[in-house]
């Protein structure tokens, strides 16, 4: 079923939610975007969390390889 931005932006705010996608089960539509969005989202609290140490410029560096690695898998599943 459809719903409007406005509406699915309400229900994320409610739900205090990191961030808001729309996107289409029935077309695959942005799907994707929204896995890997949540992969980095992820990833960012796992290194600020057991990194805290380090400064966030290397927490930072180490975020967007990692995202480069899977973004390459996902794009290429035979590169592993």
Known sequence: R???????????????AAAYFECSAKTGENVANIFLEAL??????YFALHYSAAPATLRDKW???????VRKVHTDPGSR
């Open 2 to 16: 459809k719903i409007s931005y406005e509406d699915g932006l309400t229900q994320a705010k409610k739900m205090n």
């Open 40 to 45: 980095r989202l992820c990833l960012k609290n």
């Open 63 to 69: 975020l967007k390889e990692a995202m480069q690695e």
